[in-house]
C-alpha cells in the first residue's frame, strides 16, 4: 500500500490502522473512526471486480497488505511511513528507502511471515539521504506513467501497480501478452526522469514463441 512521499503523522497512521483492522476483521464500528474510509472501501470492492484477479483474490491480498502493514507499525513508525508494499496474487513487492539495514530485512522477514505470501520482491534500499525533491520526483513519474497505460486502448492499465524508487520504475501484475507488456516497458520509457525499469509481470496469455520481453529484467534508460 502506498504511502505518499513516505511521510504520516503518527495519530493519522494509526487511525488508518485502526479502521482497516476494524473492517477487515469484523470488529463493531463503534469506536473506530471510519466514517470517511468506507466510501474507498467501497471503491475499492468495485476496481477487485473488474481487476483480472477478481474479487476473492484482491481481498485475500488486501489481507496480506494489511497484515504487514500493522506488523511494520507495531516495530516503528519511521518504518512503517518508509516502506510501501502492493500485493498482487499473494506476490508482495516491497519498495522504499530505510535507515539502516536491519529495517530492510525485518520488513523481508514480515513478509514472508504473512500467511497466503507466495513470493516476496524486496526493493527497498538502504540509504541515509533520501529527499523530498527525489520523492516528488518519483510521485510524478508514477503519475505519468499510470496516465499513460490507462489511456491506452491497448492496455488493461487496471492490471498494473507502479512503484517508482529514486527512478527506478517497477512493474507488478498481470500483462495479457508480451506485446501488451512491451507497450507498457515502452510507456515508462517515454516518461521523464526514469533510469531503469524492473518489470516483475506475470504473462497471461501462453504463446508459442519466446517473448521479446522477459520479466523481471533491469531495463536502463
Not at 503518527?10 to 487511525?15: C, H, T, V
Not at 510524478?140 to 490507462?150: C, D, K, N, P
Request: with cysteine.
Amino acid at each position: 500500500m502506498v504511502r505518499g512521499l513516505g511521510i504520516v503523522e503518527k495519530p493519522q497512521a494509526r487511525r488508518l490502522l485502526a479502521g482497516l483492522l476494524c473492517l477487515s476483521l469484523g470488529v463493531p464500528l463503534s469506536g473506530c473512526s471510519v466514517t470517511g474510509f468506507l466510501t474507498g472501501v467501497g471503491a475499492t470492492a468495485g476496481i477487485a471486480a473488474a481487476e483480472e484477479r477478481g474479487i476473492e483474490t484482491s481481498l485475500d491480498d488486501f489481507k496480506i497488505d494489511l497484515e504487514i502493514m500493522q506488523r511494520l507499525l507495531e516495530k516503528d513508525e519511521a518504518l512503517f511511513a518508509s516502506v510501501s508494499t502492493e500485493v498482487r496474487e499473494g506476490r508482495v513487492l516491497l519498495t522504499g528507502v530505510v535507515e539502516a539495514p536491519e529495517m530492510r530485512v525485518f520488513a523481508n522477514q514480515v513478509a514472508w511471515e504473512t500467511t497466503g505470501v507466495q513470493e516476496v520482491i524486496n526493493e527497498i534500499r538502504v540509504a541515509g539521504d533520501g529527499s523530498l525533491a527525489q520523492a516528488s520526483k518519483d510521485l510524478f513519474i508514477t503519475t505519468q506513467l499510470r496516465a499513460r497505460i490507462m489511456g491506452d486502448g491497448n492496455v488493461q492499465g487496471i492490471n498494473y501497480s507502479i512503484e517508482t524508487v529514486r527512478g527506478t520504475v517497477y512493474l507488478l501484475g498481470v500483462a495479457q501478452s508480451p506485446t501488451e507488456l512491451e507497450r507498457v516497458v515502452n510507456h515508462a520509457r517515454n516518461v521523464a526522469g526514469v533510469r531503469n525499469i524492473i518489470p516483475y509481470v506475470r504473462i497471461k496469455v501462453p504463446v508459442s514463441e519466446k517473448p521479446t520481453l522477459e520479466a523481471p529484467a533491469d531495463l536502463s534508460i
